[in-house]
């Protein structure tokens, strides 16, 4: 099985633009679809990117995903960061048994 | 507008069993495949298990075969997940999610429910 590493925290001024990033251990990064979820303090998860990029209907387009195979990574970027955006992130695959794997999450903090 | 809601989360002792449900709405529930995600307290989110539409395939997470079961009833539009031989690793909180797709009803979350393993 692989791993998802994630840093454990990131911070960031308002207006800025950040990036959270979640390395895959071994294989591709690549061969199976990569998620990205926000929880807020004290509310459940929410779905921020799907299948690597795809943002669902009511997500701002100041989130994106993307992946890096030089880096056999990928990564949330959160343009124009706003206060709001204060939260966890956690990204999220799949194994080669369709188990899902999720990365330990980041802390953003918007200073 | 999507409504996933769970229940059935509670107090039980270790060794003890637990059914969670979670109702939805607002969208064609039998054509969506369902996820359990649990967080213990202070914690990740753990992947707990998965079921197809028409329960045509089902899966667990290593932590919990062998003592959950998922199931579906799609004529009352209800996820379940049936919790035996519960442990104190056990106590977190339970979401029940559509799974993640680019389809329009899917990644949507519930509000979760808190289970709690004592004695």
């Known amino acids: 099985n692989f791993m998802l590493t994630q840093p454990h925290s990131v911070s960031e001024s308002p207006g800025r633009t950040v990036s959270i990033s979640c390395t895959r251990s071994?294989?591709?990064?690549?061969?199976?679809?990569v998620q990205w979820y926000q929880q807020r303090p004290g509310s459940a998860p929410t779905t921020l990117i799907s299948e690597f990029n795809h943002r669902p209907s009511g997500v701002p387009d100041r989130f994106s995903g993307s992946i890096d195979g030089s880096s056999n990574s990928a990564s949330l970027t959160i343009s124009r960061l706003r206060a709001e955006d204060e939260a966890d992130y956690y990204c999220?695959?799949?194994?080669?048994?369709?188990?899902?794997?999720f990365g330990g999450g980041t802390r953003l903090t918007v200073l | 507008e999507v409504r996933l809601m769970e229940s059935g989360g509670g107090l039980v002792k270790p060794g003890g069993s637990l059914t969670l449900s979670c109702v939805a709405s607002g969208f064609t529930f039998s054509s969506y495949g369902l996820t359990w995600v649990r967080q213990a307290p202070g914690k990740g989110l753990e992947w707990v298990s998965f079921i197809a539409s028409g329960a045509s395939y089902i899966n667990y997470a290593d932590s919990v075969r062998g003592r959950f079961t998922i199931s579906r009833d799609d004529a009352k539009n209800s996820l379940y997940l049936q919790m035996n031989s519960l442990r104190a690793d056990d106590t977190s909180v339970y979401y029940c999610?559509?799974?993640?797709?680019?389809?329009?009803?899917?990644?949507?979350w519930g509000r979760g429910t808190l289970v709690t393993v004592s004695s």
């Open positions: 999610m559509t799974r993640p797709s680019t389809g329009t009803y899917s990644g949507h």
């Open positions: 071994s294989g591709r990064i690549d061969s199976n679809y």
């Open positions: 999220q695959s799949y194994d080669i048994n369709n188990h899902w794997v």
